[in-house]
């Protein structure tokens, strides 16, 4: 007969084993904890899209489509603060869209480039929240509306407690 420790911790274990959120890195994790509408600050490695594009925003609970146009850019983020602050070496897999609607607002950027931060409104993900934790790499993106740029970091990221450099932490 087993203790009822090890059976209990052999539950616990096989649950985590099977949490898609177990398995998800730093970037995964921290994204999950964000709200649709929220503001968040996002630096890294970006690339501006010179033309409009098509993109979609799915309800994850509805599952209706919306699709719209606008000017945009990628990045893979090196350091993020939202409901929360997260530190990371930049890694091609972690993306985050950043939408505008003109180009007045980046006129004055290259096409590409770091070392900037962006500052917008969290508009959701690709595939919706589940997107964020059964495709990374593949969809999921959260999509951020672009409110402004700035050279220096914003003023709450001097007080956010940030975990050593690497993967969040890790």
Do not use: C, H
């Not at 921290?30 to 690339?47: A, S």
């Not at 990371?88 to 897999?93: C, E, F, I, V």
């Not at 595939?127 to 964020?132: D, E, H, K, L, P």
């Amino acid at each position: 007969m087993r203790p009822l420790w090890a059976i209990r911790g052999g539950v616990v274990t096989l649950v985590l084993l099977l949490s898609e959120l177990a398995w998800a890195d730093a970037f995964v994790r921290f994204l999950y904890q964000q709200k649709v509408g929220q503001e968040m600050t996002v630096t890294g490695y970006f690339r501006r899209f010179s033309y409009k594009k098509q993109f979609f925003r799915r309800d994850d609970k509805t599952g209706n489509v919306e699709y719209f146009e606008f000017y945009g850019m990628s990045m893979v983020p090196t350091q993020i603060i939202g409901n929360g602050s997260l530190s990371m070496r930049a890694n091609a897999l972690d993306s985050v869209l950043f939408l505008y609607p003109d180009q007045e607002l980046v006129k004055d950027l290259p096409e590409q480039g770091a070392n900037l931060w962006f500052t917008g409104t969290l508009l959701g993900f690709q595939y919706g929240i589940s997107g964020i934790t059964s495709a990374p790499g593949s969809g999921g993106d959260p999509y951020i509306l672009l409110k402004r740029v700035s050279t220096q970091p914003p003023a709450q990221s001097a007080d956010a407690v940030l975990p050593p450099p690497g993967r969040g932490g890790q």
